[in-house]
DNA sequence: ATATTACTTTATAAAGC
DNA sequence: GCTTTAAAAAGTAATAT
């Protein structure tokens, strides 16, 4: 009686040492990326629940913690990208996904897929542009979404690309590899996408 | 008509089985020309047979696990070279040993694109697994029969999990019935 | 700028860490 | 959990030409 008595002040001690090593990761993360008070609440209240569901056995505190908060950026409507979310975090982005996977899985949050025009905004202030080419590269990512071109895409690479094809449109042309790098894809993969989006939006070439 | 179940291809066949007999995986690793053996690595020798084309994992417990087969009579065709050659080396092994059937995958084509998201919201989220910044396919998981099955937006499919090849015939027209009652079927 | 190669996901057994 | 093996799907990335 006294061991299990112990045994749950220790397992007490321990979960909360771990809650509270995990909040501190999350709280600097989440500064590290600029992200808006609401989401470190929804993100230890994620990491909160897959403590009580025991989904932290076997995975590193760290993993978990960085996981949790790319799932609280969907939740709030400004993702982040696996890329930008490893740049913060000493866990592999490879990790980082399985490991979001399995919490997302497990707790049920039934993540929608993220919409591609999530991204404009930020990308495009970093890229400088104005909001005509934000709005261009919406309706862009709108028209060519509807008739199916985003389907298995990447939506950051969608999202670059209709930048691209927005800025050269509207006259405040940035370089694919300037768009490349805040989006963090390669140009390639901007070229590929921007081909199929100009030519579902019947812009001759 | 083609329908989407005729265009099955079986890809890959998993199958396990056993001669009762102990090996030393050492002694087999030069014997066998061909035997790939890294006990470090792993606990298994590998040894690929050419025709039927296939891999298989043999332990020193004598239990085999043969990959790579693109039927299941192929799976028995490079089981029973494998046990030829054990033979050979003066290995007993009896006449036909069990073989189970663990895996199948298959691919199939739906023959229409797919909108996944649309399909992510429509098979339920709860059943879905959608991230295209990580893979590009949909991970659909099937309860009858319990497979797993990968939707891309060119309406190409892969099953896996299943153990009979009418598992991967009955999820086709299952998920085919399912997604045409959603109005999804491009 | 394009072509090739390689990696991502799913399932599954095996023995051992 | 991981290690190894095989195969498909399609996207993305790194490297080569």
Known sequence: ?205 | MSAPADSIEIQNVVASTGIGQELDLEALATDLPGADFNPDNFPGLVYRTQEPKAAALIFRSGKIVCTGAKSIDDVHEALDIIFGKLRDLGIPVEDSPEVTVQNIVSSADLGHSLNLNALAIGLGLEDVEYEPEQFPGLVYRMDNPEVVILLFGSGKVVITGGKTVDDASAAVERIVDRIDDLGLLG
Request: aromatic residues 6%.
């Open chain 1, 1 to 205: 009686r006294l061991r299990k008595w112990q045994e749950r002040i220790r397992t007490k001690d321990a979960g909360e040492r771990n809650l509270q090593f995990a909040l501190s990761e999350i709280d600097r993360m989440a500064s590290a990326i600029g992200v808006p008070r609401s989401v470190r609440e929804v993100a230890s209240v994620i990491y909160r629940r897959a403590l009580n569901e025991d989904l932290i056995r076997g995975r590193s505190i760290e993993g978990v913690s960085t996981a949790v908060l790319y799932a609280a950026c969907r939740k709030e409507g400004i993702p982040r990208s696996l890329e930008e979310i490893a740049e913060v975090s000493r866990v592999e982005r490879k990790e980082i996904g399985r490991t979001y996977r399995y919490i997302s899985q497990e707790l049920g949050l039934e993540m929608r897929p993220v919409d591609p025009k999530k991204y404009v905004p930020r990308f495009s202030s970093q890229l400088e542009l104005s909001e005509e080419v934000q709005a261009k590269a919406k309706e862009i990512i709108d028209t060519t979404a509807e008739q199916g071109l985003l389907s298995g895409k990447s939506p950051t690479g969608f999202a670059a690309a209709a930048i691209y094809a927005a800025s050269l449109l509207c006259n405040e042309k940035k370089t694919q590899r300037e768009v490349a790098d805040v989006a963090q894809v390669t140009e390639v993969t901007i070229r590929n996408r921007y081909q199929e989006q100009i030519e579902a939006m019947g812009i001759p070439t």
